[in-house]
């Protein structure tokens, strides 16, 4: 599976943002999708998952509340609301797909990512 992410952007604190990941393919509610982030020289982290259904999803304590994963299996698309946007919030986003039913918090868990997106939250 292919994955493109867009609608990262520049938002000061307190503002919102949708990413949006498209997958390519016709096997899109077979995969498990994961969001992740990566700041400036720090590792690449989880910040979201959700299930091949969307029923069931997964976050980082230092998102949650404020970020909600969401996915369209009709469009091949997975979302990621942000809301309340921090500056610490500020990364590279990525999404990532894994052919299963686990929730995995861990990059490793993940065999196909998208490109990237960046989000700056200026203070």
């Known amino acids: 599976v292919q994955l493109q992410a867009s609608g990262g952007g520049l938002v000061q604190a307190g503002g919102s943002l949708r990413l949006s990941c498209a997958a390519s393919g016709r096997t899109f509610s077979m995969y498990v999708m994961g969001w992740f982030r990566q700041a400036p020289g720090k590792e690449r982290e989880f910040v979201a998952a959700?299930?091949?259904?969307?029923?069931?999803?997964n976050y980082a304590d230092s998102v949650k509340g404020r970020f909600t994963i969401s996915r369209d299996n009709a469009k091949n698309t997975v979302y990621l609301q942000m809301n309340s946007l921090k500056p610490e919030d500020t990364a590279v986003y990525y999404c990532?797909?894994?052919?299963?039913?686990?929730?995995?918090?861990?990059?490793?868990?993940?065999?196909?990512w998208g490109q990237g997106t960046l989000v700056t939250v200026s203070s």
């Open positions: 990532a797909a894994v052919y299963g039913v686990v929730l995995t918090p861990t990059p490793g868990g993940y065999n196909y």
């Open positions: 959700i299930n091949r259904s969307g029923r069931s999803t």
